[in-house]
């Protein structure tokens, strides 16, 4: 009873996941943090059609507390996060198409476009290839996860963190929109990048968002 709400919120955002096509079949993963107890998603289970008895609760060194079934086997990519982040409290790992694209083709999305964009995320990088659910993963992460709260992983997907499971969401929305004005612009013709003294402006506005100041610092 503790954790339902908790558990509604990963039902309801893995069931949007699923129905805006950003996974696929048993694609992706979602976890909540709650003082020193992690939400997270079961393993090898399509993410639109979880129940509260497919959550399990782990704690920061990855032990079962409570569950039926086994936690996602990227676990240690939500783990490494909530250890070196203290301000994240949830995070969503997705696939969604034109994001995974850019991730599969090599390419960041770093350009300067859309104002809000830069306020929310700044940039999206690039994370180097490794392993799904490996130490290598983590490692490679690390650098970013301290500056960044949403990154394309190469030949992998995207990973978005949040103050909320629903700002994690919202990121991975953002990131997907971004992707595919991104294509879109690059079919038209050059993308019209923003200036400096413009992209300054807008990284000013952040502190007015709530947003914190050093990101991508």
Request: hydrophobic fraction near 40%; proline fraction near 3%.
């Amino acid at each position: 009873m503790k954790f339902n709400k908790f558990k509604n919120e990963i039902i309801e955002i893995g069931k949007l996941l699923y129905q805006k096509n950003f996974i696929a079949s048993n694609d992706g993963n979602l976890s909540i943090r709650a003082n020193e107890i992690v939400l997270i998603t079961p393993t090898c289970m399509s993410k639109g059609f979880m129940t509260k008895d497919d959550i399990v609760l782990v704690d920061l060194d990855g032990n079962v507390i409570e569950g039926i079934k086994k936690p996602t086997s990227e676990i240690l990519m939500h783990l490494t996060v909530y250890k070196n982040r203290s301000d994240i409290n949830a995070i969503c790992h997705a696939h969604p198409i034109y994001s995974t694209a850019f991730a599969s083709a090599g390419k960041s999305l770093t350009k300067k476009v859309l104002p809000e964009v830069i306020i929310s995320l700044d940039e999206i990088p690039l994370v180097k290839y490794a392993t799904p659910g490996t130490k290598e993963l983590s490692k490679e992460l690390l650098p970013f996860i301290k500056k960044y709260d949403a990154m394309l992983l190469e030949n992998h997907g995207v990973l978005t963190l949040g103050k909320n499971l629903w700002d994690a969401f919202f990121k991975m929305e953002t990131v997907e929109h971004f992707a595919q004005i991104c294509f879109i612009a690059e079919q038209i013709g050059m993308i019209n990048q923003l200036d400096k003294k413009e992209v300054k402006k807008l990284i000013q506005q952040r502190k007015k968002f709530g947003i914190r100041e050093n990101l991508a610092k």
